[in-house]
């Protein structure tokens, strides 16, 4: 499985991006998604999950109520919509693939496939 994320950009705070990650491969439909992020100097955190039918979703305590995940398995695509930026949310997302499609895993250890990132930046 390869997974390509991307629509980050520079932002300022109070506004919105929307990050996509498209899948490769038919198996899409199964897997369980995350999206982490990493800022400089720093682990890489969990952001979001969602199951493979999209039916349950779990999130960061940090991010609830102002980002949110959804997918379209027909496009092979999950995507990670982001409101009310704030410049601590200023780094690299990183989209993920779980086998386990029901797990909503919050470790980095719990996903099997990687994107490459793409660097969100919010300016104050």
């Known amino acids: 499985v390869q997974l390509q994320a991307s629509g980050g950009g520079l932002v300022q705070a109070g506004g919105s991006l929307r990050l996509s990650c498209v899948a490769s491969g038919r198996a899409f439909g199964n897997y369980g998604m995350g999206w982490f992020r990493q800022a400089p100097g720093k682990q890489r955190e969990f952001v979001a999950a969602?199951?493979?039918?999209?039916?349950?979703?779990s999130y960061a305590d940090s991010v609830k109520g102002r980002l949110t995940t959804s997918r379209d398995n027909a496009k092979n695509t999950v995507y990670l919509q982001m409101n009310s930026l704030k410049p601590e949310d200023t780094a690299v997302y990183y989209c993920a693939a779980d086998l386990n499609g029901l797990r909503l895993g919050v470790r980095p250890r719990d996903y099997d496939y990687w994107g490459q990132g793409t660097l969100v930046t919010v300016s104050s």
């Open positions: 969602i199951s493979w039918s999209g039916g349950s979703t």
